[in-house]
């Protein structure tokens, strides 16, 4: 079961016409998406001129066929809405070159959709193990919480630890690292701004 509170300023927000938007981005047909998701072509078409309510059901089949969150769905281009992620919602990223994986509490944005102000997610690092297996560089400013252990931070030259209920920032354009030096599970907060995905 799929539980998302939405509360917006303007009211209902008109799920069929973001649904049509994302379909027209991706350069799909109604006739593709509705076989994607096994339903007829005019109960897709109904759906994006707002004549029928989708089941939650539904609009998760949607989500996964046009390849966005479920929350996207509900997210209107003002950003004033309210979006909930329930814990067994997040997206789980794992990457191939990174030894973490990636649990976003944030919605991630793909394709067309406009860059986000912030990414945020969570990541546990095991004992005695790097994030990845190369330095991480990007245009972003990279602000790091940690939430159980200590995590070791490899700014250039210099290395910061930060403790259970520490804070860093680090500046776009630097190379930098983590390293969990314990026997213990690390966790922690990572909250980049602008997003990068």
């Not at 994607?36 to 989500?63: C, F, H």
């Not at 990541?123 to 070791?152: A, C, D, L, R």
Request: with cysteine.
């Amino acid at each position: 079961m799929y539980n998302i509170s939405i509360s917006t300023t303007g009211g209902i927000i008109m799920i069929g016409k973001k649904i049509r938007n994302i379909r027209k981005s991706k350069n799909m047909t109604i006739v593709e998406l509705s076989e994607k998701i096994n339903v007829t072509s005019g109960y897709i078409s109904q759906i994006e001129r707002d004549l029928i309510s989708p089941s939650l059901a539904v609009l998760k089949r949607l989500s996964d066929a046009l390849d966005v969150p479920l929350s996207v769905l509900f997210t209107d281009e003002s950003s004033n809405d309210v979006i909930t992620i329930p814990k067994e919602e997040r997206t789980k990223v794992k990457l191939s070159n990174i030894n973490v994986e990636l649990e976003f509490i944030t919605p991630i944005l793909k394709n067309n959709h406009k860059q986000s102000e912030f990414e945020a997610f969570l990541f546990k690092m095991k004992p005695k193990t790097w994030i990845s297996n190369h330095s991480i560089t990007h245009e972003s400013k990279e602000y790091i919480y940690v939430t159980q252990g200590e995590i070791e931070c490899h700014v250039g030259e210099k290395i910061y630890t930060i403790s259970k209920g520490d804070s860093i920032i680090v500046p776009e354009n630097n190379n930098h690292m983590y390293y969990n030096k314990n026997d213990d599970v690390s966790e922690a907060l990572c909250i980049i701004s602008p997003s990068i995905h």
